[in-house]
């Protein structure tokens, strides 16, 4: 019989093994708390008021984070509104018609470079090619020729947020089952017709999930935002406006902020930023979960 | 039966302008792409040489001048952060995929993808408050740590998924020959899912490496060529946003070639990462 | 004939929760034959002869009562890497370890238990297994790639040198042939011919040609009770109990 060297290392492996699962949920954990307690001197002087309050003037520390939270969503709504014939027609136009074939390497390859790109790229890009155009055409509109706001950033984002909703939405499209088209094609019914009355909506909250998360990204985009969008604080009226984001205003003032209820408010802008883009995933993920357990 | 030849020729008519439609949304994407990595290459191009890599910036006024200091920078930063997320990342997989029975188990891979899904921002704001607040300096190290938890997810992740491939008849096999869990674990399993797993590295990297938000509070920058990880360090996204925002047209020109460079870098990761897995 | 016994199960009983899977079955198992284990499929043969070199621990949910005696120890109470150390498996499929040359599959049991091994030990352990299993003059000019580009038959021949390497005392085979073709499975027939001199091997098989072929004694198993067991002849020509030969004729029908 061969003998064995006895390994002492197997039982210190698994409890490594578990300890490292304990460890990311702590990390989880301490990033939330550190959030949470740094947030905490803003929570407590400016109350829920931060919420809805229309100023940011750090120099008589009245701090409201509405122009942000405005801001975001605007922008974020408006890329995707931007985004959604593009990725839609991506979506269907892998998923459906190029199932199998090699020409959906292209777009792909397309897809991935566009998701590559990182976005201080794109910020800059934007800043030197895009927003001189934009200049140009709001001075033949007659409007103040800012270049950089809301219309520049949710450009630059709608390129950005393509990929994130194809990667989910051509996958559903093709997971529409093959009998179900060949049924209704059998009928005599043209592609239109299959994807508008059987792909699309047998699709459609798994497409609308694909959506929801690249919302989600759009609103937790930074450096692109910040670089393009003129950094003002005031509640934009127009889309032409300069304005900030949350996640924006943070890359912008974090750094200079040395008085601690402005730092904390920011943090605090951080935090909503956070449980904002948290509650999306969560709810994305659910709907992509029974999606993929639901039997067809 | 009496078809409606008028009736078809409309529905065909409008399948034919939904597909071309549909055609033309999906390529008119390259129109902006084409337009980006048109600029970047056409401005990047002229400046990306040797001295690029070995130069410092030139002081503003002078033309030339590379990027050296934050190339060092961005190798020492993503470098330090890999050390960090690679074994933890790797651990973390095994357990997500191992240890299903655990009572954390849920919770781990939620966790995991709670992080996954947090703005890159935030990850500087924690690592500020942890590591820059205390020491009252910004810090390389600070900023290896933000990129490290942002890479976390996505190592556990790929480990865990390339781990789920592997069949339990290879396990069976392992046990059978009277080896142990950590020898399985090590000599066959790990090794079974080696290119999957660093597919799953090297995307980390590549996503890292681009990451601006995270380094903003935390490595700071710095105009000189710095080793120390424990001060202001520079990075190739930093310089990019630093440079971008200056009125000064050499510094544009820097930046335009540090995107370019920063580009085919992560660009080429990805793609070699894609090839692994093939 | 008087064999001497290598393995006693006695009132062993296999559940997974409340459902009993083997119900106290006790036989002798004899040194340097070849034991067959057959039945209609769920009549618990896999279950039984992965319990004679404790698999059944990788999966929480089967509890074991009995005892199965090997060198006068339960081994169902010893640590179950020794046990399997001494008592090798080869599984249906053909698993070599991917990762691994063939050079290095037939030397996984040493890898995986970190025993260290000069070059020429290992060269020879390598020779010999595959010289056993009668690999050596096909793969002996690519020994270092991969094991997957060879034919199932090989793999599984692989597999048999690979736990062969390891000199244990039983050698049990699950199905060994079930994915391999006739000619494939003619080989391993004969290999396991040849290798009882130096290892008593228990086989499971839901062929029962292939029992009659290549064994000296034949368990049938059915719904967890070993209904007969015996030498081959006998189980076959002189079956017993009338759920063994309903069991052969239907099968030889």
Request: proline share 5%.
């Amino acid at each position: 019989m061969i003998k064995i060297p006895i390994a002492k290392k197997n039982k210190l492996f698994i409890n490594i093994l578990k300890l490292t699962g304990y460890v990311a949920i702590a990390i989880l954990v301490l990033f939330l708390i550190t959030l949470i307690f740094n947030s905490f001197l803003s929570i407590k002087t400016l109350s829920l008021q931060f919420l809805f309050n229309t100023n940011w003037q750090p120099n008589t520390k009245n701090f409201g984070a509405a122009p942000f939270i405005i801001g975001t969503l605007l922008t974020s709504v408006l890329a995707l509104m931007i985004s959604i014939p593009f990725s839609l027609s991506i979506s269907i136009y892998i998923g459906y018609f190029l199932k199998n074939k090699k020409r959906k390497n292209t777009l792909e390859t397309l897809m991935d470079l566009l998701a590559g790109i990182p976005s201080v790229i794109y910020g800059f890009w934007g800043l030197m090619v895009l927003v001189p155009v934009i200049i140009k055409i709001q001075a033949w509109l007659g409007i103040i020729p800012y270049g950089v706001g809301i219309l520049a950033a949710s450009l630059i984002l709608a390129l950005m947020i393509i990929p994130y909703s194809v990667t989910l939405g051509k996958d559903i499209i093709n997971l529409v089952p093959n009998d179900l088209v060949e049924a209704a094609i059998g009928l005599g019914a043209t592609p239109y017709e299959v994807i508008k009355h059987i792909a699309i909506p047998y699709s459609l909250s798994g497409l609308f999930a694909g959506h929801l998360m690249a919302f989600g990204r759009a609103i937790s985009e930074t450096m692109a935002v910040t670089m393009v969008i003129g950094n003002r604080n005031f509640i934009p009226t127009s889309i032409m406006d300069p304005a900030n984001t949350l996640a924006s205003v943070i890359a912008n003032e974090f750094g200079e902020a040395s008085d601690p209820l402005y730092v904390s408010s920011l943090i605090e802008l951080g935090l909503i930023l956070l449980v904002i883009t948290t509650i999306i995933n969560i709810i994305g993920k659910l709907i992509v979960k029974a999606y993929t357990i639901e039997p067809r | 039966m009496n078809p409606d030849k008028s009736n078809l020729k409309k529905r065909l008519l409008k399948n034919n302008v939904f597909y071309q439609s549909i055609k033309l949304f999906s390529y008119a994407l390259l129109i902006p792409l084409a337009f980006i990595l048109f600029y970047i290459i056409k401005n990047g191009i002229s400046y990306l040489n040797l001295d690029f890599l070995i130069k410092m910036p030139a002081p503003v006024g002078e033309t030339g001048g590379g990027a050296l200091n934050a190339i060092i920078g961005s190798f020492l930063i993503v470098g330090l952060s890999g050390l960090i997320a690679v074994p933890l990342g790797i651990l973390i997989g095994i357990f997500l995929a191992e240890f299903k029975e655990h009572k954390i188990n849920d919770l781990t891979r939620l966790s995991i993808e709670t992080l996954q899904g947090i703005p890159s921002i935030i990850y500087g704001i924690v690592a500020y408050v942890w590591f820059v607040m205390p020491f009252g300096k910004f810090s390389g190290i600070s900023a290896s740590i933000a990129l490290a938890l942002m890479m976390l997810p996505m190592v556990a992740k790929a480990t865990e998924e390339s781990m789920k491939m592997i069949p339990y008849t290879l396990k069976e096999a392992s046990y059978a020959l009277g080896a142990n869990y950590y020898s399985t674990i090590k000599k066959v399993i790990l090794p079974s899912c080696r290119k999957g797993i660093i597919s799953g590295i090297l995307i980390g990297i590549s996503r890292i490496l681009g990451e601006t938000a995270p380094l903003l509070f935390t490595a700071f920058g710095n105009a000189f060529l710095n080793f120390n990880m424990a001060k202001p360090i520079n990075a190739l996204p930093l310089l990019i946003y630093n440079y971008a925002s200056s009125p000064y047209q050499e510094w544009h020109q820097i930046a335009w070639s540090s995107s370019l460079f920063l580009i085919i870098i992560v660009l080429g990761l990805s793609i070699i990462a894609k090839n692994v897995i093939k | 004939m008087k064999k001497d016994t290598i393995l006693t199960v006695e009132n062993l009983e296999i559940s997974v929760k409340k459902n009993k899977i083997i119900k106290n079955i006790s036989l002798s198992f004899y040194k340097n034959n070849v034991t067959a284990i057959m039945g209609p499929s769920g009549c618990g043969k896999t279950t039984l002869i992965r319990a004679l070199n404790r698999m059944h621990d990788l999966d929480k949910s089967f509890k074991v009562k009995g005892s199965i005696t090997f060198d006068t120890q339960n081994l169902l109470k010893s640590d179950p890497i020794l046990v399997r150390q001494q008592i090798g498996m080869v599984f249906q499929r053909p698993n070599p370890f991917p990762n691994m040359s063939i050079y290095e599959n037939v030397l996984a049991g040493y890898i995986l238990n970190g025993i260290k091994l000069s070059k020429d030990e290992k060269d020879s352990i390598v020779d010999i297994n595959l010289k056993k299993v009668g690999l050596y003059d096909e793969v002996s000019d690519n020994i270092h790639r991969k094991g997957s580009h060879l034919s199932g038959g090989q793999q599984q021949r692989l597999c048999i040198a690979r736990t062969l390497a390891m000199k244990p005392k039983v050698l049990l085979l699950d199905e060994p042939t079930s994915a391999l073709d006739p000619k494939a499975t003619t080989r391993i027939e004969n290999l396991i011919n040849e290798l009882k001199k130096e290892v008593s091997i228990i086989m499971v098989t839901h062929n029962i040609e292939q029992a009659s072929r290549v064994s000296d004694y034949t368990a049938f198993l059915y719904l967890g009770d070993l209904i007969e067991y015996n030498t081959t002849e006998t189980i076959f020509t002189v079956p017993k109990d009338k759920r063994t030969e309903e069991y052969l004729s239907r099968k030889y029908g």
